[in-house]
């Protein structure tokens, strides 16, 4: 198997008539999928596009996204998934970095589209619409199919950009297909799974479940955005039985008044990832609802790297798990050492799914990937069973001084007082170039900064206690729920 697309072709071969994809009311089989991907390949290939050209797709979840990545993948083209929530400014980048030949997106969408492509060579194609109905139904009724090598571009990801500007990470066929084989040789996902998405299929962790749900078989259910009620109607109308998430998400539906029963006995697997589950939620989640969420651990450049699948979660509630089918996490020391059990170093991933480097930047490339690992940046430890354990970010040390400030640990302290309904810590450099730790704080009720340091004084050092203290009404965060720091600077 080479090509991603020979991915669903398995699929529809064993479960042709089986839902493929539901989008509210709407209902598309494997093999109308399958059909529908070649009349958009039929359609592209006739209008020039090929092997290797890079098409954007600006689409929600929907039938159309997931036909789209299909469709692109039959004739060799580079998939570039963007957010439907994306603004002008943050499409433009994406076009024009990734050079895309046309972009793919829906009526709605078509007036930011053409705004935000003015000055590249992209096209806007919209695919999706009421008055469309897949336009392209009538396209020449042919198999497209490329010849296309395991190492061939697939898509372009792209980081979060909590640091700057995103970071394009190229994963190729052979990526994708492995990243869905180790995912459901691990989750055990099978044709009888209902998932549902609301985190978006644009990002790389709804995007790597996606794979590996059609590579299951399983029945994906699309919601173009999060919202509560539509997502406990969803799985109790639908009887999901696995719904990925966001701590955010988990957060809302667990503090959510609920008028009526709900019944989510269905549910046999809820994931959290994308940022840290707070315990509380974790607690709350189960409380309400009789599940306990499990933390999955990935990234851009990996997919998938671990999940929590333990039959012992209460004691492990905190581990995002052991690693994925065929993929190996080590904890390393500065000097490249492995540490022992339970001892604290930097997370490095070997992996089959896992890129080769950042487009045009060889300095941050030869930093995060030596010796055949992605050094992640992250710190963590393995337990003497072997579960992963994330306790924070090498980067995000502060340096007071010689003196290092954990952020983590300042915002756990913080967390605890009773006004502070959000906290994140950083660095900044003062007048004098000097780092100094800063407080962005979203409060419960009104809040002096007085406060803050009343509660602080005596708990810990004082060159942990932040110089500069900021009430915000909200945190910026990406679509998964990651703290954007570099926007709190």
């Not at 957010?83 to 002008?88: D, G, H, L, R, V």
């Not at 970071?167 to 044709?191: C, D, M, P, S, Y």
């Not at 809040?447 to 004082?462: A, C, N, P, Q, W």
Request: charged fraction near 25%; include cysteine.
């Amino acid at each position: 198997m080479n090509n991603i697309a020979d991915l669903l072709l398995s699929t529809v071969e064993k479960h042709s008539d089986k839902t493929a994809v539901a989008e509210g009311e709407r209902r598309v089989t494997y093999a109308g999928l399958y059909s529908m991907a070649q009349n958009l390949s039929s359609f592209l290939a006739s209008k020039g596009i090929a092997h290797g050209d890079r098409v954007a797709i600006f689409l929600p979840n929907s039938i159309e996204l997931i036909a789209s990545f299909f469709a692109l993948a039959n004739i060799g083209a580079v998939s570039v998934p963007m957010n439907s929530a994306y603004k002008e400014e943050e499409i433009k980048f994406y076009v024009s970095h990734s050079s895309a030949k046309l972009v793919l997106t829906e009526e709605r969408l078509k007036t930011i589209a053409e705004r935000a492509s003015t000055g590249t060579e992209a096209a806007i194609l919209p695919i999706k619409g009421d008055r469309l109905n897949w336009p392209f139904s009538k396209a020449k009724d042919q198999i497209i199919r490329a010849n296309i090598e395991r190492e061939d571009e697939a898509i372009y990801l792209y980081s979060t950009g909590s640091t700057g500007k995103p970071k394009r990470v190229t994963r190729t066929h052979f990526n994708l297909i492995a990243l869905a084989h180790n995912h459901t040789q691990t989750v055990g996902w099978t044709e009888e799974d209902r998932i549902l998405f609301t985190v978006p299929i644009s990002h790389t962790y709804g995007f790597g479940n996606f794979i590996s749900a059609v590579k299951a078989g399983a029945s994906i259910h699309t919601l173009g955005e999060f919202n509560r009620n539509r997502v406990l109607d969803s799985i109790e109308r639908e009887r999901i039985t696995v719904f990925p998430a966001v701590p955010f998400m988990l957060g809302v539906l667990a503090e959510s008044l609920i008028q009526k029963h709900r019944d989510l006995s269905c549910l046999q697997l809820v994931i959290s990832a994308g940022a840290p589950l707070p315990k509380e939620t974790s607690h709350k989640f189960r409380d309400k609802f009789g599940i306990y969420p499990r933390q999955l651990y990935g990234s851009t450049e990996t997919g998938v790297i671990s999940i929590n699948l333990t039959d012992d979660i209460e004691r492990k509630l905190d581990s995002v798990g052991r690693p994925v089918k065929n993929v190996e996490v080590a904890i390393l020391r500065e000097d490249g050492v492995r540490c022992e059990t339970n001892e604290i170093g930097e997370i490095a991933v070997k992996s089959p799914s896992m890129t080769t480097g950042y487009y045009g930047l060889p300095d941050e490339t030869e930093k995060a990937f030596r010796d055949g690992y992605y050094f992640t940046g992250d710190l963590g430890r393995i337990d003497d069973e072997g579960y992963l354990y994330i306790v924070g970010r090498k980067k995000l040390f502060i340096n007071i001084s010689g003196n290092k400030v954990d952020p983590a640990e300042l915002e756990a302290l913080l967390s605890q007082h009773p006004k502070v309904r959000e906290v994140v810590i950083i660095g900044v450099n003062d007048n004098f170039g000097n780092e100094v730790v800063k407080a962005v704080i979203v409060s419960k009720s009104k809040m002096e900064t007085k406060e803050v340091y009343e509660f602080l004084k005596g708990r810990i050092s004082d060159f942990k206690i932040p110089r500069i203290i900021e009430f915000r009404e909200e945190i910026p965060k990406s679509p998964t729920g990651k703290i954007l720091r570099e926007n709190l600077k």
